[in-house]
């Protein structure tokens, strides 16, 4: 039996650049918990929108609310336009406090996300910590949600299938798209309709330290001194990580128990100090009597998946195209 692996092995350029984003985040948070944003600019490389397919995809940015700079980035692939095709709402990382849609690294993976699925993707560009606290983000996420049920028809290609909607999200974004979606439950969208949740390595925790954040305290990109300025810039004064935001399947959180809660993808890696609170979130799910998958990856860290240079990579993506179409499948009634 080979030994169990104590360090992630990853290329020496991945290395580099986690190590300089790493760097530069943590120089950029402030004793004072705000953020020097002028510092994080130097890093955060913006990719504007292509109407040119560019391998195979266009995008475009359409604003929702100038006052909040709410506005979101549509990933078009170049497919014939009689194919329906279903749409995503993916919401970024960034611990609630750093990156947008148009982050080099999330218009890739977007970029990555409409190619392969395939699929139009809408990628939110939210409001952020510590200059918008908790609910903003949320409010954002749904408030993105209820423009496009209503405004589909001028915003959205014809051949957009609303009626297959995912959400997505990975790290905060998918605890974002987690509570997008418990909204999005009783909203009585007339045409929107959530078909899935794909949660990639969610932000989530709680007051107590697991036996993971004690292992990988200080873990690549998502170390628990960061995820702990985040979590104390995202959420209300005086409020602890026992909060409904932070742990979600702890005392506080929201009962959806009774409600058409989607089916649900949790994707977890062995190296991430947060995998204990994510299988935590699948286990509450599956408590709740909601479909819940759970996807291990045990060799990768937080945040794996927007390195394309990992094998890993591609196989998540392959796994969530699997899982959005055994979604989108007509559910077949059992014969009595």
């Not at 960034?94 to 996300?113: I, N």
Request: aromatic letters at 12%; proline letters at 7%; glycine letters at 6%.
């Amino acid at each position: 039996m080979a030994p169990q692996r104590t360090k992630p092995s990853l290329p020496l350029k991945t290395r580099v650049f986690i190590s300089l984003i790493s760097a530069v985040t943590d120089a950029s948070c402030r004793s004072d918990g705000s953020v020097n944003r002028r510092l994080l600019r130097l890093l955060d490389y913006q990719a504007p929108p292509n109407p040119k397919p560019s391998n195979s995809v266009s995008s475009s940015d359409t604003t929702v609310d100038a006052s909040r700079n709410l506005w979101f980035r549509l990933f078009s692939p170049s497919l014939p336009s009689d194919l329906l095709l279903p749409v995503v709402v993916f919401f970024h990382g960034g611990g609630f406090t750093f990156l947008s849609p148009a982050s080099q690294a999330y218009d890739a993976v977007c970029r990555r996300f409409a190619r392969k699925f395939p699929a139009f993707v809408v990628s939110v560009n939210y409001r952020l910590a510590p200059e918008h606290i908790y609910p903003s983000q949320y409010d954002d996420g749904f408030d993105v949600l209820k423009f496009l049920n209503d405004n589909f028809a001028t915003v959205l290609p014809e051949n957009a299938d609303l009626s297959r909607c995912f959400l997505a999200g990975d790290s905060a974004g998918g605890n974002i798209a987690h509570h997008v979606a418990v909204r999005a439950c009783g909203a009585g969208f007339e045409t929107l309709k959530v078909m899935g949740l794909v949660c990639i390595q969610p932000f989530f925790g709680g007051e107590e330290r697991t036996a993971a954040e004690e292992e990988l305290a200080n873990a690549f990109l998502v170390s628990v001194p960061r995820a702990d300025f985040c979590w104390k810039s995202f959420l209300p004064q005086g409020s602890n990580r026992d909060h409904k935001a932070v742990n979600v399947s702890g005392p506080n959180a929201d009962d959806i128990s009774g409600v058409d809660f989607p089916a649900t993808m949790v994707v977890v890696g062995g190296f991430d100090p947060l995998k204990d609170w994510q299988k935590r979130y699948y286990e509450w799910l599956k408590a709740c009597g909601k479909e819940a998958t759970l996807m291990e990856f045990p060799t990768m860290i937080h945040a794996f998946y927007i390195f394309p240079e990992l094998q890993e990579s591609g196989q998540l993506i392959l796994q969530i195209k699997d899982f959005m179409n055994c979604c989108s499948k007509p559910q077949v009634p059992q014969q009595n």
